[in-house]
Each structure stands twice: as structure tokens, then as C-alpha cells.
């Protein structure tokens, strides 16, 4: 009973350990794939302009985030503008001040969707990466678990 508890135990080692190594590659591969479309899509929002004249490009993770949050703030003063016009009554959809307001508060919301995308995808990677770890983690302690029990049972 005991050398089949022992064996059992090892061979979820082995599978926790192989679906951990699986888990990180899947978030590396992934992480690549995310860091690759981003410099095919050349984003450059929120980086400083000596960063993008040396061909800096927004695609890591943080970057992705620092320039979802300014085109929140961005979007979020349109929109306060916007529906000040709205509430007070003003908008002229024959005023080209007042269109190309609206046009931009359209723009920005599909920027900060477009951007968010990306964002949710590394982090969902990241959670693959620390998943994996874990797993693997847990791996060890179930071989050195299943060693133990061999040892008892030698002894």
C-alpha cells in the first residue's frame, strides 16, 4: 500500500512539474506574440518624443499600461467637455469645434479599448507564468513528499 501511495504521489509530481514547465512557456511564447504585435502596431502614446525619435516603441506590459492610463485621462476630459455641451444644450452638430470634439472623445474610447486588449492579455500571461511556477512548486513537494514515504517504508 505504501510503494503504491509512493508511486502515485511521484507521478503527480511529474505532472504537476510538466504542467507547470508547460504554463511558463505558454507565457513567454504569449508574452512574445503580445510584444510583437505592439511594435507592428507602432504605439508611441505617453512615451516622451526623444524615446520615440530613437525608435522606442510602447511593447511591454508597463508601457501598455502607463499609455492606456493617459488616454483614460485624455477620454475622461472629452468627455467631461462633451457632456457639458450635451447638458447645457450647446452642441452645434454644425460647429466644427463642436464635431471635431465628439470626433475625438469616438477616437480616444477607441484607443483606451484598443489598448486595454493588450493589457488583459499580459496579464493573463503573467498569471500563466506565476502559475507555472507555482506548479512546479508544487511538483518538488509532492517528489520530495513521495520520497519520504519510500524512505518510511524502507525503514
Do not use: K, R
Given at each position: 500500500m505504501a510503494r503504491t501511495s509512493s508511486w502515485m504521489?511521484?507521478?503527480?509530481?511529474?505532472?504537476?512539474?510538466?504542467?507547470?514547465?508547460?504554463?511558463?512557456?505558454?507565457g513567454v511564447?504569449?508574452?512574445d506574440v503580445i510584444e510583437s504585435e505592439m511594435r507592428i502596431d507602432q504605439v508611441t502614446?505617453?512615451?516622451?518624443p526623444a524615446a520615440v525619435a530613437n525608435?522606442?516603441?510602447?511593447?511591454?506590459?508597463g508601457e501598455t499600461q502607463a499609455a492606456l492610463d493617459y488616454m483614460k485621462e485624455i477620454r475622461r476630459v472629452l468627455q467631461y467637455n462633451y457632456m457639458v455641451l450635451l447638458g447645457g444644450g450647446d452642441f452645434d452638430p454644425t460647429n466644427p469645434?463642436?464635431?471635431?470634439l465628439a470626433q475625438g472623445l469616438g477616437e480616444a474610447v477607441d484607443t483606451e479599448n484598443f489598448?486595454?486588449?493588450?493589457?488583459?492579455?499580459?496579464?493573463?500571461t503573467q498569471?500563466?507564468?506565476y502559475l507555472g511556477g507555482f506548479m512546479i512548486a508544487v511538483g518538488i513537494a509532492l517528489g520530495a513528499i513521495s520520497t519520504a514515504l519510500c524512505k518510511r517504508k524502507e525503514a
Open positions: 504521489v511521484m507521478l503527480m509530481a511529474v505532472v504537476a512539474i510538466g504542467m507547470g514547465i508547460y504554463f511558463i512557456v505558454q511564447t504569449q508574452t502614446i505617453g512615451l516622451d525608435g522606442e516603441l510602447v511593447d511591454s506590459a469645434a463642436h464635431l471635431g489598448l486595454a486588449v493588450p493589457v488583459l492579455a499580459f496579464g493573463f498569471m500563466f507564468l
